[in-house]
């Protein structure tokens, strides 16, 4: 960065402001998905880092097999655009959904997640508006102990109570094993494949996640696609996790000083509004300051952000504009309506976030 393009920012749009580097984000594109071709999976990015129609078919032109959204919301924001091949990797529960879903279903490819038998109660209700039979994969709880069933004999159970259900395809499974737990994921598999098989059902669709896991894409034997999404931008948590570099990230927020009011400490006009109190996973500080990485910004006000500068051998002045790397991308984004796009030292406009805020 040359201080005429931080300049120029902090002129234009004003700080704090979201900037991404689309030379980067178009090599993070291409890198990953030459990295689920030589895996032998289809990739299917998880659009809720970048939450943008635009961004989402440059990874479909790049050969992505449709997208993960997380919310129906997002999905409904991706179908408007012409995308078709979506899969809502969350349970989804209660008849409004329902009456959206299959008018989803109608316009796009719709694959949904589930993992309990009042969800799949609802689904036929949505593949009835729709007209059309709608796939539904079982999501499976690997480890991380967050949604999913936690063993294989609920896997199978949910998938013969799909394939009874009108209207409903069992299409698969869904699992996003922790990063040391593939070997119990192939297990968990292996053993729900072949339940399911004894049924006569077999599964077309067996969808792996996420970032943090690109170290291990194609390493479930069985496995036909995977669900990165972070890596369009990445962000500290991604460095930590050892699947991305600095020069990998894409997304930086360009904030000012806006005080030093003390030898040791300063103020920065991006708060927990901008940065959010993500800490991603216990890192140190909340975001990485490009110019001062020995600085730390070590807590927030709405719009303050505290900087701790006892351990920094360079000093940012009142005025200074500094480039942060998030510690989670995909909720800083989630607060921005835009974000400035740029190709080396040039501005070339702003992206919408077009998806942004649809939380159900």
């Known amino acids: 960065m040359t201080t005429s393009l931080a300049a120029k920012i902090a002129r234009d749009y004003g700080t704090p402001a979201a900037v991404i580097d689309m030379d980067r984000v178009e090599r993070n594109i291409a890198r990953i998905q030459a990295a689920c071709d030589a895996a032998g999976v289809a990739n299917r990015p998880h659009i809720k880092t970048h939450k943008s129609p635009m961004l ?23 179908a408007d655009a012409g995308i ?9 529960i209660g008849e409004e959904k329902m009456t959206r879903l299959g008018a989803l279903q109608a316009k796009a490819h719709m694959t949904v997640a589930v993992d309990n038998s009042v969800v799949i109660a609802g689904l036929p ?28 004999a609920e896997a199978i159970a949910l ?18 094993p922790t990063e040391t737990g593939w070997a119990e994921a192939q297990k968990f598999y292996d053993e729900a494949l072949a339940g399911v098989r004894a049924h006569g059902l077999g599964p077309t669709m067996v969808s792996t996640g996420g970032t943090p896991n690109l170290k291990n894409v194609g390493k479930l034997k069985g496995a036909t ?14 460095v930590a996790a050892g699947v991305a570099g600095w020069d990998d990230c894409a997304l930086n ?38 110019e001062h990485p020995e600085a730390k910004i070590a807590r927030f006000a709405e719009e303050h952000g505290f900087l701790d500068l006892t351990r920094s051998n360079t000093r940012p002045n009142v005025g200074d504009v500094v480039r942060i790397v998030p510690n989670h991308v995909c909720v800083v984004v989630n607060m921005m309506d835009e974000v400035v796009m740029v190709r080396g030292d040039e501005i070339i406009g702003t992206l919408p976030v077009a998806a942004r805020g649809k939380l159900r």
């Not at 209700?125 to 294989?152: F, H, M, N, W």
């Open 225 to 238: 696609e995977h669900r990165p999404g972070t890596y369009i931008y990445n962000d500290r948590m991604q």
């Open 84 to 92: 078709d091949d979506i899969l809502i990797s969350y349970n989804l």
């Open 125 to 152: 209700q949505a593949a009835a508006i729709s007209g059309r039979p709608l796939s539904v994969v079982v999501e499976c709880d690997t480890g991380r102990k967050r949604a999913g069933v936690e063993t294989p």
């Open 253 to 290: 927020i360009y904030s000012t000083v806006v005080s030093r009011a003390g030898p040791d400490r300063g103020i920065l006009d991006a708060g927990s509004k901008t940065l959010t109190s993500d800490t991603g996973g216990g890192l140190d500080g909340h975001g990485l300051i490009l």
């Open 56 to 78: 989402a078919k440059m990874q479909i032109a790049a050969g992505a097999k449709g997208i993960t959204c997380q919310k129906l919301g997002e999905a409904e924001v991706m």
């Open 159 to 176: 998938a013969r109570e799909i394939a009874a259900s009108k209207g409903l395809q069992f299409t698969g499974f869904m699992l996003y």
